[in-house]
């Protein structure tokens, strides 16, 4: 008897139909609207498979401006405008302004600006090697505190920086975006993640954050300390977060929180929601003495075998 599944050959005039693709592997499928679900939850599902590979137990992210420059790059792009004819020239194309007066004294203003503000790089990259220093004699299996940026320049390059020279792992949550924002090059490269989804990459931020050190920024910036503050406010994290706002100086001309509670819109005690310092010494004993009592002391006993990340509960 023939058997009645045998496929025709294209001798009988029926063209052999080809296997369709793998739900899975179908790039169509996955890019389409319907599969966005299927996105988001890739946004979940593989950052916390490689938290776990890589023993990540929580962390201490850092937001800031992506405008900061190192302190010698801020020096060097100074000098280019300011000693056009100098032993060595940028090209035309790499200096900033223009031949005009005013265009060159604007391109000097903010050369200036650049170099006063290159302090908070610095500073920055110092206060995250104190802390990946300190983190990396805490006894455990998994990583502790580990340093987290938005996976960019500036700032978050600083705080990258900073724990990648103290021999520590640290973690960059990048963002897709039009105009690409690269990787910087001191992120660990098994930590090195890109999100199309800024929800799904605010998660990850809050909720393994036991900290949020924040330097002076913009409307990105503002985005994050604010969302934090409302996360603390509501209590929607199971767990005490520690907010350090670094620069008095420029923060205190930004935030104005007392006109919030004079017009009855928070209330008295959510402007004790954060500390303000100066100094990365300062911030550091901030960081320590405030980890150490929340998150070292008196901890609830683990199962061995959970190795994976400290995600915070949610409250009901």
Do not use: C
Request: zero cysteines; aromatic letters at 10%; proline letters at 8%.
């Amino acid at each position: 008897m023939a058997n009645s599944n045998k496929k025709p050959s294209p001798d009988e005039g029926t063209p052999e139909l080809l296997p369709a693709p793998l739900a899975y592997l179908n790039p169509d499928f996955l890019n389409s609207p319907d599969g966005r679900l299927l996105r988001i939850l890739s946004e979940y599902s593989e950052p916390l498979s490689r938290f776990r590979r890589e023993k990540i137990q929580d962390t201490v992210v850092f937001f800031g401006s992506a405008r900061f420059a190192s302190l010698p790059d801020a020096q060097n792009a100074l000098t280019i405008l300011e000693k056009p004819g100098s032993a060595r020239p940028a090209s035309p194309q790499a200096q900033p302004g223009s031949n005009e007066p005013d265009a060159l004294q604007a391109a000097l203003k903010r050369a200036h600006a650049s170099v006063a503000m290159a302090r908070y790089y610095e500073e920055a990259r110092r206060l995250a090697h104190m802390l990946t220093e300190w983190t990396l004699t805490l006894p455990g299996k998994r990583r502790r505190f580990v340093v987290t940026s938005g996976g960019g320049p500036g700032i978050m390059e600083a705080a990258n920086r900073g724990a990648r020279e103290a021999g520590g792992k640290t973690i960059g949550l990048n963002i897709r975006l039009p105009f690409e924002q690269y990787p910087n090059q001191y992120i660990t490269p098994e930590l090195n993640f890109e999100f199309h989804y800024f929800f799904m990459r605010k998660y990850w931020f809050a909720y393994l954050a036991k900290a949020l050190v924040v330097f002076p920024g913009g409307f990105g910036t503002l985005d994050e300390l604010f969302e934090i503050m409302t996360l603390a406010q509501t209590h929607k994290l199971a767990k005490k977060i520690l907010v350090i706002i670094y620069g008095k100086e420029y923060w205190n001309s930004v935030l104005n929180l007392e006109a919030l509670v004079d017009h009855g819109t928070i209330s008295p005690e959510d402007v004790n929601g954060f500390t303000m310092v100066d100094t990365p010494e300062e911030a550091f004993e901030v960081l320590k003495e405030g980890l150490t009592k929340y998150h070292l002391q008196q901890q609830p006993s683990r199962p061995a075998a959970e190795e994976g990340p400290e995600i915070a509960k949610t409250l009901p």
